[in-house]
């Protein structure tokens, strides 16, 4: 089955609903801009709920690797999702796998070989490498289909029920990743749209 990555979470409840229905990446969000942002106390509460085997990511844009390293430690996070221009410091100094972010139609986003190579995986949004996504509104698919990459590719960006199963056909990714659209308001998910994307992701993965 292709992974799903349930992100931007906020409520114990949401995060036991996700990893109950298969979830295997939960995603905590730290950014100062996102409306989904928690705070190191919260995080701790909801990392308690996931699973065991079920991997915490957590997701910053410009936060200093002091912060970046707090919320590791508070959310016992296994991988740290990176919204800016990855550089070697970020990979020598933050004690975590990364999973780096692209804009889909920016090639100057993606990490050289060297860098990339060193990743955990990258993350194709339709928003911009230093905006933590959210824009609801899916990239041409058709820029990742038949594209070799050494690492793990994530899809995200406006990815719903309706239209995952599509993206999966062309992309072929190692994971799906999605937020609001499983919302029924940022950071509040709505656990049946949450039921339907993992059947979605079950009936595409199926016909691959």
């Not at 339709?126 to 824009?135: F, I």
């Not at 590719?153 to 990815?159: K, M, P, R, S, T």
Request: hydrophobic share 45%.
């Amino acid at each position: 089955m292709t992974d799903v990555k349930i992100c931007g979470l906020t409520r114990e409840a949401d995060v036991e609903a996700a990893c109950g229905l298969g979830a295997a990446y939960i995603g905590l969000n730290f950014a100062s801009s996102s409306p989904r942002r928690i705070d190191l106390a919260r995080a701790k509460r909801l990392a308690v709920a996931v699973r065991p085997g079920v991997r915490r990511v957590g997701v910053f844009v410009d936060e200093s690797y002091d912060e970046i390293a707090a919320a590791i430690d508070a959310a016992s996070l296994d991988l740290v999702q990176l919204h800016r221009i990855l550089s070697a410091q970020d990979l020598e100094r933050i004690e975590r796998g990364i999973l780096a972010v692209a804009h889909a139609n920016r090639d100057d986003e993606v990490p050289p070989a060297t860098l990339l190579e060193r990743c955990a995986g990258i993350l194709f949004d339709s928003g911009t490498a230093t905006s933590p996504g959210g824009s609801g509104i899916p990239f041409e698919w058709s820029r990742l289909e038949a594209r070799p990459w050494p690492v793990p590719v994530f899809v995200a960006g406006g990815l719903r029920p309706e239209n995952v199963g599509a993206s999966i056909r062309a992309t072929k990714p190692s994971a799906v990743d999605v937020a609001s659209g499983v919302e029924s308001s940022p950071g509040v998910k709505d656990h049946d749209r949450m039921r339907r994307f993992f059947q979605a992701v079950r009936d595409a993965d199926a016909t691959r």
